[in-house]
């Protein structure tokens, strides 16, 4: 990927510098899909976390793993991917690791501010991507924590996006049983859930730009705690699709999740898959 092709300039002294500066892609390959362009694909990854069921001094996605840090295999994915045309990354602004990873000034990653809520800094990156990408163009939104995604489940994902708006989102169906705890307690079993409809929510989730900064905006204003994008486009009426994709494709939340995350590179590498 250059910005030959499309890709954005990163710019901007740091990771609270907001917006990068200057025109956007869009400019070079004239307007979006209302011009009768296919739909692009855009990278949105929220990466403003502080890692706080981590712990530690370090964010969870500046953690070495594998010889490079968790962002940088999680970067690597979608920017090697020929489909996707640039990435807008939200950095906190403490952030002090970004500018020493290998895509610090990768011409088709765009820093934006991170907010409070993973949902905030999504809702950053939108906007900014708004400046030149169209409302019909595709955003997939990919946690910076979810560092063993595969080019074949990608591959899976952007394959499933046809023309609706409903979006898609890779999933895992659950193989556990389920159980729901009594609100009083917090840890005694109120019942058991039938586990054939549940599905785990990964990410990368793909929606419209227009149609999830709509959605955004809405559980915003209605005060909807959200935790995936997908919730968002749910209390619009809409179904996403659900894709199943592999399992390995963990987020890293807690300590024991990195020594897992690294047995999956290794495998994945291993099996071609990366
Ligand atoms: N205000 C926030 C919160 C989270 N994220 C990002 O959203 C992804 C998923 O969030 P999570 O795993 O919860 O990361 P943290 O918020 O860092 O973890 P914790 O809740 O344990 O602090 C991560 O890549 C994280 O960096 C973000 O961009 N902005
Ligand atoms: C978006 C997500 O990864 C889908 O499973 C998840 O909801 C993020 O939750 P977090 O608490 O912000 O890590």
Not at 222 to 247: F, M
Request: proline content about 5%; hydrophobic content about 40%.
């Amino acid at each position: 990927m250059s910005a030959e092709n499309g890709g954005r300039a990163g710019s901007g002294s740091g990771a609270g510098s907001g917006a990068g500066a200057g025109s956007g892609p869009g400019d070079e390959i004239g307007a979006g899909a209302s011009s009768g362009r296919d739909p692009r694909h855009w990278a949105v990854v929220p990466a403003a976390g502080a890692g706080r069921r981590f712990g530690g001094p370090v964010p969870k996605q500046y953690l070495e793993l594998c010889g490079r840090c968790v962002i940088e295999h999680s970067l690597a994915t979608l920017l090697e991917h020929p489909a996707i045309d640039g990435c807008v990354l939200a950095l906190s602004a403490e952030d002090e690791w970004w500018a020493e990873t290998v895509y610090a000034s990768h011409p088709a990653v765009q820093r934006v501010a991170g907010g409070t809520e993973r949902s905030d800094s999504v809702a950053n990156a939108l906007e900014a991507l708004s400046e030149y990408a169209d409302e019909h163009d595709w955003v997939l939104v990919h946690d910076a924590a979810r560092p063993c995604l595969t080019r074949f489940d990608l591959d899976r994902l952007i394959a499933a996006l046809g023309d609706g708006s409903a979006g898609a989102l890779l999933a895992v169906q659950v193989h556990d049983t389920v159980k729901v705890a009594d609100a009083a307690s917090g840890d005694r079993v109120l019942r058991t859930v039938p586990r054939e409809q549940l599905w785990r929510a990964y990410t990368p989730q793909a929606f419209p730009l227009g149609t999830l900064r709509r959605a955004l905006a809405r559980a915003r204003d209605q005060g909807s705690a959200i935790t995936d994008d997908a919730s968002a486009i749910e209390q619009l009426g809409l179904r996403p699709l659900l894709v199943s994709g592999r399992s390995d494709n963990l987020k890293i939340t807690r300590p024991e999740d990195l020594p897992l995350a690294q047995f999956f590179l290794e495998q994945q590498q291993e099996q071609g898959l990366r």
